[in-house]
């Protein structure tokens, strides 16, 4: 992101349930809000799993790329099932190139969906 590469970077877990490697790297990224650099949003919503839980997501974005962070949080916590079109989506606002969304769908869902 520092590098000005990838525009979005996401982490998620249950609220307080990160562990503390993610805590570490979390820390790191609060470096760079605080000067500036780039910006955090917070959001929480409700999950389902094997139980009910409070998602916690974390998103960092470049200054100026501030929409990608509602679009991820629109993106996850819509109510149409996943398919390789959101997957490509989310790859989109994380800012991989089509190629490599190309790949990675291609390797997670098959030909039929390139």
């Avoid at 960092?60 to 991820?72: S, T």
Wanted: aromatic share 14%.
């Amino acid at each position: 992101m520092l590098a000005g590469e990838k525009p979005l970077a996401s982490f998620v877990d249950g609220k307080d349930c990160f562990p503390e490697v993610v805590e570490r790297y979390l820390r790191l990224f609060d470096r760079h809000v605080a000067e500036g650099r780039i910006v955090r949003m917070d959001h929480f919503s409700e999950a389902i799993g094997r139980r009910a839980y409070l998602a916690h997501r974390i998103l960092f974005a470049l200054p100026g790329q501030e929409w990608r962070m509602q679009a991820m949080i629109d993106l996850m916590t819509g109510d149409e099932p996943w398919s390789p079109q959101l997957e490509r989506r989310q790859g989109e606002l994380l800012g991989y190139a089509d190629w490599m969304n190309d790949y990675w769908l291609e390797f997670a869902f098959g030909k039929q969906t390139v």
